[in-house]
């Protein structure tokens, strides 16, 4: 089994602000790796997915790096609509999520 | 462009079977993609369950495996989860997804209890 670990499990922040979650794998999962963006009471949204690649319609303030067993996504100006629960997802061999990040207003 | 609706029953007795349908539209459930479904506990994290591709070939969640079966219906543009001997544990929305690059499109989900 592959495990992902995601810091910090909580985010405070505000509007403006510059937003880096972290997504650690047990093993090296190459590039495939997706990230999700999750509201209250909605299906998970593809933001990124290759690591690094921005799925279609994604604001450009979200940004995704790493490979092997190291990932972090990236919101480089925080708006209101990105207070959220993000997680990390593995593709390499059968699929895993991390735990999730809340990201909430400070 | 496709859109998944996930249907079946909200309230499944316990050591009872779970069975849901995810229908496919605006698109084609023989186009080159998997078919996943996921789910949430309640305040909980994500889970994957298994996923199907049209021929039928299946791969499941070891966690899972022994209790799960996914079938597809290539008439209906559907797809369909089985987990069989539940328990309070199960209790959770059920999500399906397309499987293309990632898991790009996601049905609203759909809101199981195991209950007596």
């Known amino acids: 089994d592959i495990q992902l670990t995601q810091s910090p499990s909580f985010l405070s922040a505000s509007v403006g602000d510059r937003v880096t979650i972290t997504c650690r794998a047990s093993q090296g999962i190459s590039s495939y790796l997706a990230w999700y963006q999750q509201k209250p009471g909605k299906a998970p949204k593809l933001l990124i997915y290759a690591a690094s690649t921005l799925q279609s319609g994604v604001p450009s303030r979200f940004s995704g790096s790493g490979s092997g067993t190291e990932f972090t996504l990236t919101i480089s100006s925080l708006q209101p609509e990105d207070f959220a629960t993000y997680y990390c997802q593995q593709l390499n061999s059968y699929p895993s999520f991390g735990g999730g990040t809340k990201v909430e207003i400070k | 462009q496709v859109q998944l609706q996930e249907s079946g029953p909200g309230l499944v007795k316990p050591s009872g079977t779970l069975s849901l349908t995810c229908a496919v539209s605006?698109?084609?459930?023989?186009?080159?993609?998997?078919w996943s479904w996921v789910r949430q506990p309640p305040g909980k994290g994500l889970e994957w369950i298994g996923e199907?591709?049209?021929?039928?070939?299946?791969n499941y969640n070891p966690s899972l495996k022994s209790r799960v079966t996914i079938s597809v219906d290539k008439s209906k543009n559907q797809f369909s989860l089985k987990l069989s001997s539940v328990t309070a544990a199960d209790t959770a929305v059920y999500y399906c997804?397309?499987?293309?690059?990632?898991?790009?499109?996601w049905g609203q989900g759909t809101m199981v209890t195991v209950s007596s």
């Open positions: 605006g698109g084609s459930i023989s186009s080159s993609n998997w």
């Open positions: 997804a397309r499987v293309f690059n990632a898991f790009d499109i």
């Open positions: 199907i591709y049209h021929s039928g070939s299946t």
